[in-house]
């Protein structure tokens, strides 16, 4: 029946999809008003035409502007030119072009879907230097509708494995009025498009996918649709700034092993040196604060680590130095040949001791660190984006 073809053409967003033609062969704004007087159009009815059909408004986005991802105030700022599409039957008339409507006064006029970002702190629209916004009425009642919208937006972020994090920010889209049943919001087919190549400082779009969502809190179910980017930190800065400096400055504590003996100042100095070094060069990074422990605290962790274990050796190996003196000089001091001998085989033992204790740490302390850093590469940095938070 002719009802039952107009609720599959009100269902069939392939036609909501179309393509919106040349502007310049279109009707001026004022052909619209003697179709919204001759049927007294209300601006304030959603023009369902069947009780169980709502009104499919076809969404399609074109980002123009991605950026600003603050790590600390957990947002972005995303800027897009929306186009929403629906029927309004009300609107069919016999003219043979489309209707341009671009003045504010007559959009007034015109009912309209009310979408809003549901995770947006602020937004506002474009109006110079005219408001951006345009419409299209075709004669079948086709309305589309093109704004211009600048968002700041929530996004919760977690830096577990920071700086090797990846971030996943959305965009949700949602009626602020009308129930699903009334205004229903579907993706178009090819629903993003970028004015450009997205080029961020310091994370970089890796993937980008559309879904629909869940709205929670709001009294009404609301259709709700989800743009969602994928992120992931490029970590070739903190290589240049972090890594390589703090294992070169944890390395330079290795050296207190090859000091002479003689040398005792410089054999405590040098951790201390390299101790303090990698406690400043950890408080360096003020971009990222927050209450548990990232990859980078991790492996700062260590590099002090293996700094304060260096700085014991040198603190044993120059005790054992300060006993050894003290044997020589009981041999001196000895009255006879058998304590002399005792304190010379103690002597030895001491100097045994120590030497070998410096070998060790010469061969032991590389070994230590390769394996750590296998584990750091492995596992802390490529492990559980919530690892450190969930209990």
């Not at 971030?167 to 090819?190: E, G, M, N």
Request: charged residues 20%; positive net charge; aromatic residues 14%.
């Amino acid at each position: 029946t002719n009802i039952e073809k107009l609720k599959e053409k009100l269902k069939n967003t392939t036609k909501l999809e179309g393509s919106a033609g040349n502007w310049h062969r279109d009707y001026g704004s004022s052909y619209i008003l003697p179709v919204l007087s001759s049927i007294n159009y209300d601006n304030n009815t959603v023009p369902t035409a069947f009780s169980d059909v709502p009104v499919i408004v076809v969404v399609k986005m074109n980002v123009l502007y991605l950026a600003n991802f603050d790590s600390e105030l957990m947002e972005y700022s995303i800027d897009v030119e929306m186009q929403l599409s629906w029927f309004d039957l009300r609107l069919a008339n016999n003219y043979t072009k489309p209707i341009r409507i671009r003045e504010k006064q007559i959009l007034d006029l015109i009912w309209k879907p009310d979408p809003y970002f549901v995770n947006s702190k602020y937004s506002y629209f474009h109006a110079v230097s005219f408001p951006n916004f345009r419409m299209r009425i075709y004669p079948d009642g086709l309305v589309k509708y093109t704004m211009r919208v600048t968002s700041v937006c929530n996004c919760f972020m977690l830096f577990c494995l920071y700086p090797h994090d990846r971030q996943t920010c959305d965009l949700r889209i949602s009626s602020i009025a009308y129930p699903s049943a009334f205004v229903h919001f579907v993706w178009h087919s090819d629903p993003i498009s970028f004015q450009s190549d997205i080029a961020l400082p310091e994370l970089h779009v890796q993937h980008v996918w559309t879904d629909r969502c869940n709205v929670e809190g709001k009294l009404i179910r609301s259709s709700c649709l989800r743009l969602v980017f994928e992120l992931e930190r490029d970590g070739a800065r903190f290589v240049v700034e972090k890594y390589i400096p703090s294992t070169l400055a944890m390395m330079f504590a290795w050296v207190a092993p090859y000091v002479p003996y003689n040398y005792e100042d410089v054999r405590i100095i040098t951790p201390i040196t390299v101790l303090l070094t990698l406690v400043q060069m950890g408080k360096g990074d003020k971009e990222i604060r927050t209450s548990y422990l990232t990859s980078m605290d991790v492996w700062f962790a260590a590099m002090k680590g293996f700094t304060v274990i260096s700085l014991l050796e040198s603190l044993v190996v120059l005790a054992l130095i300060k006993r050894s003196r003290a044997m020589e000089k009981n041999m001196q001091r000895a009255i006879t040949e058998l304590e002399r001998e005792n304190f010379k085989l103690e002597k030895h033992k001491l100097t045994r001791l120590y030497h070998r204790l410096d070998s060790m740490c010469r061969f032991i302390s590389p070994i230590v660190f390769v394996l750590f850093f296998v584990y750091y590469v492995l596992f802390v940095a490529q492990g559980d984006e919530r690892g450190c938070v969930v209990k």
